[in-house]
Nanobody
Framework: QVHLEESGGGLVQPGGSLRLSCAAS????????MKWYRQAPGKEREMVAR????????NYADSVKGRFTISRENGLNTVYLQMNNLKPEDTAMYYC??????WGQGTQVTVSS
C-alpha cells in the first residue's frame, strides 16, 4: 500500500523558514516525479514545485521562485521543500504527490506575526 506522509509544517513569522519533508513508502520512489501543492482556504489548489524522478530538473510556481527549493533523496524515499523568506500569502495546507497518482494528507503552514 502506498503511503505519503508530510511533516515539517507549523507557525512561522514572515521572513522565516520551514523545511517540509514527504516520506514515501509502498512505491518505487525513483520512478516518480514528485510535486508539492498547496491549498489555502477558499482558493484553488496550486502546484508549488516539482522535481523529476532523478532530481535533474525542477520547476517552480512564479510566486515562490527564488524562495523555495525542492529536492529529493531517492535512497530515503523522501522529497523536501525548503521554504525561505516566507510570506503571509504562503499560508496553506501543503501536500506532496507522486506525479498526481498518490497524495499525502498534508501539513499546515501558517505565516503570521
Amino acid at each position: 500500500q502506498v503511503h505519503l506522509e508530510e511533516s515539517g509544517g507549523g507557525l512561522v513569522q514572515p521572513g522565516g523558514s520551514l523545511r517540509l519533508s514527504c516520506a514515501a513508502s509502498g512505491l518505487i520512489f525513483d520512478t516518480y516525479h514528485m510535486k508539492w501543492y498547496r491549498q489555502a482556504p477558499g482558493k484553488e489548489r496550486e502546484m508549488v514545485a516539482r522535481i523529476s524522478n532523478d532530481g535533474h530538473w525542477t520547476n517552480y510556481a512564479d510566486s515562490v521562485k527564488g524562495r523555495f527549493t525542492i529536492s529529493r533523496e531517492n535512497g530515503l524515499n523522501t522529497v523536501y521543500l525548503q521554504m525561505n523568506n516566507l510570506k503571509p500569502e504562503d499560508t496553506a495546507m501543503y501536500y506532496c504527490t507522486a506525479d498526481g497518482f498518490y497524495w499525502g494528507q498534508g501539513t499546515q503552514v501558517t505565516v503570521s506575526s
